[in-house]
């Protein structure tokens, strides 16, 4: 490793940085970075290469990036944060230091209020320079009002279910891929008439030729129809129309027409954009359930590379019109840690100019004696999924779902589950049965 | 932790795994991952509960994932190999064991060949279970066959520009970000007239409203036509057109209205399915390359978790469509290994069923005295990617593309940089000026 400090003259540098108030916070994104760096090198000075690198400039200063070019479109870094904080020696064993660093980016140069430019930028080129984790984006109004969010939100899909307060329930069809679509719709049945307030087809679902969409949702909203009519009471139908994303828009157009009453897409591997083409469509009138588990693992699992799990799981798909976010639980067979699941629900839930708050739906190997611990955590303003914890009651999974709405119930009356098991059968027999769902 | 046995009942696991000849690889993907486990547990049984995960099954038995269900849709473990591999006693001092697994997907899962499900079944919620890194895939010949790949690939390209042998040499404009697109078309002037055959757009400026695509495009054309006259050559210019996906094709239609001869996307953050849009629509008739250091370092970075580089910036790209793919070389400003930089142009151009070979092209902190370095790794089959190494050319970017020029001509003929840059002269100014561009 080569120190070019050709690189570091001055006058290169004398445009991207900034104190922490020398910018305009109306015009520029922040974006907050993890940085490890060999103990010999200056923060402050890789972090201005770096703000240069994912804006106007490159290795070396070129004629054109003129002082006015750099003024207009350079990057500005504004703090340089070292943790822990060294001040007037460094021990001889420290090899790396650690930092968070801040960025100002100019939403000049983002192309208007869009995911493809806003990654390109802040999770560019820079993520790959070595242990860069990104932590946090913190954007102007002006930019977010770009975004619609999501249509109905918290409010909106407890409206269309008539539910106040309560936490919802949430049922992912378990088996996760099968066929033909008739062995869900039965479960569906059982589920709906049990108490859930949505069923969900798992993220592995999608369009299957044994198993087309178009078909699953005729025969699950009749399914739950007839549910409805016993119950007394309203359950959505998340169909996944996960798949190429001119194909995703074309299937809730179709889904729409054939009475389906929500939708879901696996956000990451469909992109933001089509989940928020979605959303922003006015004539995509029904909630939409975002499943961010797959693939966003890759992304926030190492502590050193990567994004944080409270960006990809929690604000960009909010900003992107989520009206459900479906997220790992640290409780169950995820493995999570208990502070981040608890960010990431804030991330859905806080004010955030305009946009709606709408539904943590952690999940995972939920079974019922975990409600209390869920509520606790993250108020009544969740939708709890389960699955297996619904779908594998020794009563069936009618007995299953009603187990959760009877943990729901004491939960929210202040009932301990133990207690409130002496009266409700089905939960009793669920807490007998399952302890734990920790796998490993 | 707390080991649930109730999941790892024999009868449980009697479908999710075979022998490696167990399966028919045409109906099957085969994903291999890097898996670091606890010592005290039981890779194997490990395994097939991922494998139950990412297919039918969840965290216990549910009463519908039947014999039949699981013969259909389950995957299969088809190997789990130790590395190093313990065989009669585990030291003491060991808590953690390396594996590389392997796990048999049935295409019936995947909806048709298509990225969003795949990814899904393949790099779903799996990769957030712990230390676990998608190394590979393996595709059978009717799936991929759903994809068409590059419409061009190194022959279309080659012969569009009428360069049989040599490598190309593309130069990335420099200024990343800048305003008016006039200070661009002039560079663009200099290192089309200086010797570069294809110019592109940094992978930061899109379609910004200072410097939009369509102003771009016409005053680049104009550009370049005019250095086309006095060179008697010809020269591409892939024009960045990243933005949200619907926007990106109406952005390519106008490119091509208004005589653009190429495009450029950033593959990730638009998705490699709004890259197979252009590559697959007839109507896009000119080459495509796809910029593949942005975002993807969230996803390779780390040795245990995310994809490997290799699939993602190499196999994927090529399968969605991309004539020219720019990546990380190990010799300038980027931080690469020069193993996994020789492997993803082997991903690019080795057979693939039907598949066309494209064009790998190394970039970041490039120089001339890189050349011969590259072609003697890569062969003359590549595109070298020079920004800052041909703009900051003491004499001007127009004698920086020629250098380059004279580099590779010198490198095809078997000449050192040092006896060629006797007779060239704005050779010999760089390789004077530059000795490296390693920053750290």
Redesign the interface.
């Known amino acids: 490793?080569?120190?070019?400090m050709g690189?570091f003259e001055y006058e290169y540098l004398d445009v991207p940085e900034a104190l922490p108030e020398g910018f305009d916070p109306e015009e520029y994104v922040v974006a907050t970075y993890y940085v490890s760096l060999?103990a010999g090198?200056d923060a402050h000075v890789?972090a201005q290469?770096v703000a240069v690198e994912?804006?106007?400039?490159?290795?070396?200063?070129?004629?054109?990036?003129t002082p006015e070019?750099k003024r207009?479109?350079a990057a500005r870094v504004i703090g340089v944060y070292e943790a822990p904080a060294y001040q007037w020696f460094l021990p001889k064993d420290v090899e790396e230091r650690q930092y968070i660093i801040q960025v100002a980016f100019p939403i000049?140069?983002l192309?208007?209020s869009?995911?493809?430019?806003l990654?390109?930028?802040v999770?560019?080129?820079?993520?790959?320079?070595?242990k860069?984790k990104?932590l946090d984006l913190a954007f102007p109004r002006k930019y977010l009002e770009g975004f619609k969010g999501a249509k109905f939100g918290i409010e909106g899909v407890r409206s269309i279910l008539g539910v106040k307060d309560r936490p919802l329930i949430n049922n992912m069809i378990?088996?996760?891929?099968?066929?033909p679509p008739d062995?869900g719709a039965e479960?569906a049945y059982e589920v709906a008439a049990g108490g859930v307030d949505i069923i969900k087809d798992d993220?592995?679902l999608?369009?299957?030729?044994?198993n087309k969409v178009e078909e699953r949702v005729v025969k699950f909203m009749e399914a739950i129809d007839k549910a409805n009519e016993e119950k007394g009471e309203k359950t959505l139908y998340t169909v996944n129309i996960?798949?190429?994303?001119?194909?995703v828009l074309e299937l809730a157009d179709r889904v729409i027409e054939l009475g389906g009453n929500a939708l879901m897409v696996?956000a990451?591997?469909?992109?933001f954009?089509?989940l928020?083409?979605l959303a922003e469509d006015p004539s995509i009138n029904v909630p939409i359930l975002a499943h961010l588990?797959?693939?966003?693992?890759?992304?926030?699992?190492?502590p050193?590379?990567?994004?944080s799990s409270h960006l990809i799981i929690g604000k960009f798909p909010r900003i992107a019109g989520a009206d459900i976010v479906v997220y790992?639980a640290p409780y169950?067979?995820?493995?999570?840690l208990r502070e981040n699941y608890i960010k990431i629900a804030k991330q859905l839930r806080y004010p955030l100019y305009h946009l709606k708050k709408v539904f943590p739906m952690p999940s995972?190997?939920i079974i019922p004696i975990h409600v209390p611990q869920l509520v606790f955590d993250l108020g009544p303003d969740i939708v709890i999924g389960a699955?297996?914890?619904i779908?594998?009651h020794p009563q069936?999974?009618r007995a299953g779902a009603t187990a959760f709405r009877q943990a729901i119930d004491a939960t929210m009356k202040g009932i301990s589950l133990e207690e409130a098991a002496k009266e409700y059968k089905e939960l009793d027999v669920a807490l007998k049965t399952w302890k734990?769902?920790?796998?490993?």
């Open positions: 490793m080569v120190l070019n690189r060999p090198l890789v290469a994912q804006s106007t400039g490159t290795w070396t200063p070129v004629p054109k990036e070019i207009k479109h000049l140069n192309c208007g869009q995911f493809p430019v990654l390109a930028t999770a560019g080129n820079i993520l790959a320079g070595g860069v990104l378990k088996p996760c891929v099968y066929s062995i479960l993220e592995l999608a369009d299957m030729e044994l996960t798949d190429r994303p001119s194909r696996d990451v591997p469909v992109g954009e089509t928020r083409d588990p797959d693939f966003t693992g890759a992304v926030y699992m190492s050193e590379y990567g994004l790992p169950g067979k995820a493995m999570f995972g190997g699955g297996g914890g779908h594998a069936g999974p734990t769902t920790k796998i490993v």
